[in-house]
């Protein structure tokens, strides 16, 4: 609470002053915990136990992250925990070449290798094989993605198209975030904490075995989180709140199958102030909204293991998911079934394919801001692909061959091949490099939407009327579409250190932009229609380096840099990338039951398309944070923590929506949790 | 310029505060660690193949007297060593198990048990298994081919579990009885 008024930077630095202050008392004050160091004999084990057992990926990880002929990085359940972080988007910021930035309290802007938005459209997210990318504005709704983070295994993030395997939209990037198995969040948990921004937040979870062979378990969260502040100093009146609530339970029928049951449902009421236009309030009303979010979802899941070569797995889902704001209420429900098959033919080839079925059907409200028409319509999407990986020679040159085939409602068919060649000249060395190609197929409002985007009130002759300038869908937009060149080096020496570093040059063509109609006089005011159409094209290009070093069992240092350029034609209607950005963590265990976590970022400036600005653009400084985060265990069931996050400013700038919202600034928060497992 | 000043400020405040911590923090420094909670794979291997000896019958004529030690061959990088040398003297009923570890094909032949790991060479592998082809041998390895190769029993990892796959028809032919209880856990492959 100090910290959101200590504006004054000599203040600040007392603030910050006395939190080290409060954290170097609490570590002198912790005191060592001994440690029970039994080691049970695994030979005294029965077959059915010794299969239970999860076996260290060491080399498995080290394998799979330094074998993928693809820019991959893995945020694993340790990293979020010693992050500190409350969300999913926020953890995003540890991976190279993603560009994540907090709109307001509420909203995130999150894209790979280019320039971010909160509509950024390019990027697949997937929870647990449930794709959560909206048809409808082709992006993601952040703050309504609020897995409980405690229970998730791990997040992979592949940088550049995965098109391949998962289909249209995954352009830039695909976010596959995995929850554990039920087997592994047995018995219970219990997360209390409170602080000046994330003013209160509770988490429960109780996991049981049912059973033999099936194990389950549920969770239920909440959060109130607090409101941000507008660049001029007023309170934003984003505060907002997430209820949540879920469970898992899986089942190993035999040696072969298993099944799996899981699903969520949420409500929440994110409040925002929105400007609203109107041909009679040209400078825009503001408005204190009251947005309603709500949804749910079931998945399935049947996996059958048919030898050591040979797998197959089959997936349905249902979700469903309503959002009601101020300019946009939407109802949304769909159904996706998937079939994947994977199998070795031979000794070189290791192949896997697949077919899916998606059905997606939503209901808009008519709204003056943001028409959508038809208010409702049904999608069918039918995709399948195959990809074959081949060992040319073994252990040393694999190629990867695939496409993914794909009819749409909206263009037609799709096809998106890649070739990915790895080569590893020695076993800590690996090269590879990948062509590939990608499309982003047209959202529901580049089809049918009308988005009153700015009001231009009437001057001095000759316009004496206001113009209404609007985004008009037209039914021709086509795909976007990137052929993505990548080449990429890794150096795994041993399984305390790694260096992943990744570059790439995307060609984009066929890019979103918006052209000039010909201005209709509607009586009171003239109408300035700006069509979405594909004419535009650009490059982007860049280089990300992640580095690990495990440097003493007690000390992991994570560092991660990039750098990325866009290349645009004149006129280009997007936002500008960071350059440089860079992350460094250091994670460190003095004793076994004391974390000291340390997490450094830099940001650097970006400009953001913005409607309400006189150029349409909006100049955003760069910036540094830290976060810190102490977390003492006084038993094995006990964690307090205390996390600052953004402590080096009282406020800060990250991005400023297109339209509709004002500039809302991130402020320094500080928060003290406490966790309970039995 | 003001920009400059402040930013350096804020870096040197940073690693004011950062040095501070650090050595606050290295004064408390505890002595023991205990970071990996998971087992290590071969650990559980090994562990699995010791339960697969219990659960297998061999031909009476496999051992000369009731008490004769058992005899495991590992055919497999250094690596992997230290695992299965915990299995050296414990019991299968009235046997002890001996584990050795050999690195030539041709040393496969007197074994009971006989462990081929990923690292082998696939020459050497399909050596190994053809001087025990047909004899009371059981073949363990955690290849893909393990199994078409002609071995009997195959582990392998899927989402960090280990699973195991069995040939019943190579196990006939290698003269062994593997029990009810193993195939009913075990993934059955190869002609039914």
């Known amino acids: 609470m100090i910290y959101r008024s200590a504006t004054d930077k000599n203040q600040a630095y007392t603030g910050f002053a006395k939190m080290l202050y409060v954290l170097a008392i609490a570590a002198v004050l912790c005191y060592t915990v001994p440690l029970s160091a039994e080691e049970s004999d695994l030979t005294d084990l029965s077959i059915e136990d010794l299969m239970g057992i999860k076996v260290t990926s060491v080399s498995k990880k080290a394998q799979y992250l330094s074998d993928s002929a693809a820019a991959i990085f893995v945020i694993t359940n340790e990293d979020l925990k010693r992050s500190g972080v409350t969300n999913i988007p926020d953890a995003l910021r540890m991976v190279p070449g993603l560009n994540v930035a907090r709109i307001d309290s509420n909203k995130w802007a999150v894209n790979s290798r280019g320039a971010t938005s909160r509509f950024a459209d390019k990027l697949l997210v997937l929870i647990d094989g449930r794709s959560v990318y909206t048809p409808s504005f082709s992006g993601v709704y952040w703050e309504v993605q609020n897995v409980m983070l405690e229970d998730v295994e791990r997040i992979e993030v592949i940088r550049g198209p995965g098109a391949t395997l998962w289909g249209a939209n995954a352009v830039n990037g695909v976010i596959n975030i995995m929850t554990k198995h039920a087997k592994e969040t047995q018995g219970g948990l219990v997360s209390l904490g409170g602080g000046s921004e994330e003013q209160a937040f509770t988490s429960a979870r109780y996991g049981a075995s049912l059973g033999k062979k099936t194990y389950g378990r549920i969770y239920a969260k909440g959060f109130k989180g607090d409101e941000f502040q507008f660049s001029q100093g007023s309170d934003a009146g984003d505060d907002w709140g997430i209820r949540q609530g879920g469970f898992r339970v899986e089942s190993k029928l035999n040696a072969n199958d298993s099944v799996k049951l899981q699903g969520d449902i949420y409500q929440g009421d994110i409040n925002q102030q929105v400007t609203v236009l109107?041909?009679?309030?040209?400078?825009?009303?503001?408005?204190?909204?009251?947005?309603?979010?709500?949804?749910?979802?079931?998945?399935?899941?049947?996996?059958?293991?048919?030898?050591?070569?040979?797998?197959?797995?089959?997936?349905?889902?249902?979700?469903?998911?309503?959002?009601?704001?101020?300019?946009?209420?939407?109802?949304?429900?769909?159904?996706?079934?998937?079939?994947?098959?994977?199998?070795?033919?031979?000794?070189?080839h290791d192949i896997v394919w697949g077919a899916r079925y998606r059905h997606t059907s939503d209901d808009f409200a008519r709204n003056p801001l943001v028409l959508i028409d038809p208010d409702t319509r049904s999608d069918d999407l039918y995709s399948a692909f195959i990809q074959d990986e081949i060992s040319l020679v073994q252990n040393r040159l694999q190629l990867t061959l695939g496409s993914k085939f794909e009819h749409n409602n909206y263009t037609g068919h799709e096809i998106q091949p890649s070739i990915r060649l790895l080569w590893a000249p020695h076993p800590n060395h690996k090269l590879w490099t990948s062509i590939s190609r990608a499309v982003r197929t047209p959202s529901r409002v580049e089809h049918d939407g009308v988005i009153i985007n700015e009001v231009i009130p009437p001057s001095s002759p000759p316009a004496v009327l206001p113009v209404v300038i609007k985004t008009v869908g037209t039914p021709d937009y086509d795909s976007e579409e990137l052929t993505a060149y990548e080449l990429g080096y890794r150096f795994v020496p041993n399984h305390t250190f790694s260096l992943d570093i990744a570059t790439f040059y995307n060609d984009y063509d066929n890019a979103r932009t918006v052209e000039l109609a010909t201005p209709v006089f509607q009586g009171t005011y003239i109408e300035q229609a700006l069509c979405f159409s594909n004419n535009f094209s650009a490059h982007t290009y860049g280089v990300e380096v992640a580095g690990t070093w495990q440097a003493v069992k007690w000390l992991k240092l994570d560092l991660a840099y990039s750098y990325l350029i866009s290349d645009f034609e004149d006129g280009a209607q997007v936002g500008k990338e960071p350059t440089h950005q860079a992350s460094f963590r250091s994670a460190l265990t003095p004793r076994k039951d004391l974390d000291l976590d340390i997490w450094l970022r830099y940001v650097d400036n970006v400009s953001s398309i913005y409607v309400a600005s006189d150029n349409d653009r909006f100049d955003i400084d760069g910036y540094l944070t830290l976060d810190l985060r102490l977390a003492w265990r006084p038993t094995a069931h006990w964690e307090l923590s205390l996390v600052g996050q953004n402590l080096l400013e009282s406020r800060h700038l990250e991005f400023v929506q297109e339209s509709f919202t004002r500039p809302t600034e991130v402020q320094r928060g500080i928060y003290g949790k406490v966790t309970y497992q039995f | 310029m003001k920009k400059d000043t402040e930013l350096a400020k804020r870096l040197n405040r940073i690693c004011c505060s950062t040095v501070f911590l650090l050595l606050l923090l290295f004064s408390t420094l505890g002595n023991a660690f205990a970071f990996d909670q998971r087992m290590g794979e071969y650990a559980v291997k090994a562990a699995f193949v010791l339960n697969f000896a219990r659960y297998t019958q061999w031909p009476d004529e496999s051992f000369v007297s009731p008490t004769e030690p058992f005899k495991l061959c590992v055919l497999g990088n250094k690596a992997i060593e230290e695992a299965f040398q915990t299995l050296n003297g414990k019991k299968i009923e009235s046997r002890t198990l001996d584990v050795r570890f050999?690195?030539?094909?041709?040393?496969?032949?007197?074994?009971?048990?006989?462990?081929?790991?990923?690292?082998?060479d696939h020459a050497i592998l399909l050596d190994a298994l053809a001087a025990v082809k047909g004899k009371p041998v059981l073949t363990i390895g955690e290849t893909k081919t393990f199994i078409n190769s002609g071995g009997v029993i195959n582990l392998f990892n899927r989402k960090e579990r280990l699973y195991f796959e069995i040939n019943e028809t190579t196990a006939q032919k290698q003269h062994l009885k593997l029990s009810s209880r193993l195939l009913k856990l075990a993934i059955i492959v190869g002609d039914k």
């Not at chain 1, 009679?280 to 947005?291: F, I, L, Q, S």
């Not at chain 2, 050999?102 to 990923?118: R, V």
């Open chain 1, 278 to 348: 109107s041909p009679a309030t040209p400078n825009g009303m503001e408005t204190n909204d009251d947005t309603e979010v709500s949804g749910g979802n079931l998945v399935a899941r049947w996996q059958s293991i048919l030898s050591s070569t040979s797998e197959f797995s089959l997936q349905a889902y249902y979700d469903r998911t309503e959002r009601k704001e101020a300019y946009v209420h939407e109802k949304r429900n769909s159904f996706d079934l998937d079939f994947q098959h994977q199998f070795s033919a031979g000794n070189r």
């Open chain 2, 102 to 120: 050999i690195t030539k094909a041709e040393d496969a032949a007197p074994c009971n048990i006989l462990f081929i790991s990923e690292g082998i």
